[in-house]
């Protein structure tokens, strides 16, 4: 069954390469398709399209299919195109002239704009969660090991002191941009496309205001030809947004393969969470950062990818954002896992301690001892000059004690403050309505 069908069937061929894996796509968007059609149907009566006996009916029989996605019980038919044919077959089997009148004032154009919407709103907040619990451990991780010093670098080059404190703190106070961007990413999506058909609108008297509220939507994507437009647009915005937190776990795997590196040698994890190398026995390997660094780095090539595969096309509909489901659609997943992985690592790490003791981390110290003269009176270019030239004489002496109390310094780590700065982000997300909104389409 094809909703744009007529009589003559196309070639099997074409028929083959043009639904390519939207089927399989589709299945991720089923419960979402049914959540848009409620809101439809329930539209459509309150402007005379619909009698209330036949949208009573619709509802119920809208609900009985969700129950069914939820519970693992739907299927897409061998022949059946794609969700938005499968769930109008199944309506139109039960309750006949009935099922065939739910697709007025609809496009499957708008129709596949909603159910991306309301997808990609799910994700993200699944997201938002994920990446909560890991700021939480590393906030934990950072207050811990707040006295743990470590080597500070630049350009892979020893620089000055820093902490388990600083490391952790920094990836958490990471998360809370990558939040920022994610919840600009949700503004976007949360705007309703559903009543602009096929991108120009309807001539039936909708109201798309109803389906923005029956949804949750925060407001409309107003203009019809932009509804149409956003497809693609949303999905680059949202994949930008998913590859800031890709680039932040990749830099931290990094690290941390830098770290369990003998010659660094400043974590170790047990056993069960490395692995071991067939010829030599001594091998310790970090493979799970090391796939947390490659998954996550071609996440950040995502809105490129989506970018090239939207580039020069014209406004209204192409058949080419079909696509952007199958590279778009797993990234959450992958990224998911790679948080989850992240923590289980993480809440497992052993810190070495008194790293800095040794002396081949003398030089680290050497701003200190400038600063020290400084304090003393000697102007600051005289004391990098002295320091400096008892560096290259073999004469410096230094002290491994560090005194850094300036916000987000080594002694002053402003955890709190940058738990505020999450938590207002998290705050800002209108979970809580979207959810009753959703909650009274599928059960009153």
């Known amino acids: 069954m094809k909703l744009w069908q007529k009589n003559k069937a196309s070639l099997k061929e074409v ?76 309506l139109t089997q039960k309750l006949g002239e009935a099922g065939k009148k739910i697709h007025a004032a609809r496009s499957r154009n708008d129709q596949v704009l909603v159910d991306l919407k309301l997808f990609l709103r799910s994700e993200l907040e699944i997201l938002v969660n994920s990446i909560h619990t890991l700021f939480e451990l590393l906030q934990a991780q950072s207050e811990q090991y707040k006295n743990a010093l470590l080597p500070g670098y630049t350009h892979l080059q020893l620089a000055m002191p820093s902490s388990f404190g600083l490391w952790f703190g920094a990836y958490a106070e990471s998360l809370v941009d990558d939040m920022i961007t994610l919840k600009s990413a949700y503004d976007i999506v949360n705007k309703n496309p559903l009543g602009s058909a096929a991108g120009y609108g309807s001539s039936f008297p909708i109201n798309r205001t109803v389906t923005s509220q029956l949804l949750g939507f925060e407001s409309l994507n107003y203009n019809v030809v932009y509804a149409q437009m956003g497809r693609g647009k949303a999905e680059r915005i949202t994949a930008q947004a998913i590859a800031n937190v890709a680039d932040t776990l990749s830099r931290l795997s990094m690290d941390a393969c830098l770290y369990l590196n003998q010659n660094f040698g400043f974590i170790s ?49 192409h058949r080419d954002l079909q696509l952007l489901k199958e590279h778009l659609f797993p990234a959450f997943k992958t990224l998911n896992n790679c948080i989850e992985m992240t923590g289980l690592m993480l809440s497992n790490i052993e810190i070495k301690k008194d790293i800095l003791s040794d002396k081949r981390y003398q030089y680290l110290f050497s701003v200190e001892e400038v600063n020290k003269l400084v304090n003393s009176g000697m102007p600051f270019r005289d004391a990098y000059k002295k320091i400096g ?21 080594i002694g002053n780590l402003c955890t ?28 009153d």
């Open 15 to 90: 028929e083959t390469f043009t639904v390519g894996n939207d089927r399989e796509m589709d299945l991720h968007l089923a419960p979402f398709d049914v959540l848009g059609s409620l809101a439809h149907i329930q539209m459509l009566e309150s402007v005379g399209l619909l009698s209330k006996d036949e949208w009573l009916q619709l509802q119920a029989e809208l609900r009985n299919i969700y129950t069914q996605i939820q519970t693992g019980k739907f299927s897409l038919h061998n022949d059946i195109e794609d969700i938005h044919s499968q769930v109008e077959l199944l």
């Open 269 to 317: 994890f047990p056993d069960e969470l490395t692995t071991g190398s067939s010829i030599m026995p001594h091998k310790k390997n970090p493979d799970v950062f090391e796939l947390i660094r490659s998954h996550c780095n071609r996440i950040k090539a995502l809105p490129n990818e989506i970018m090239m595969m939207t580039t020069n096309l014209p406004s209204g509909y």
């Open 389 to 409: 030239l008892d560096i290259e004489a073999g004469k410096f002496i230094y002290d491994n004690a560090v005194h850094h109390t300036h916000e987000g310094s």
């Open 416 to 443: 709190s403050e940058i738990k505020k700065q999450m938590q207002k982000v998290i705050t800002s997300f209108p979970f809580a309505s979207v959810h009753s909104a959703l909650n009274k389409l599928i059960k």
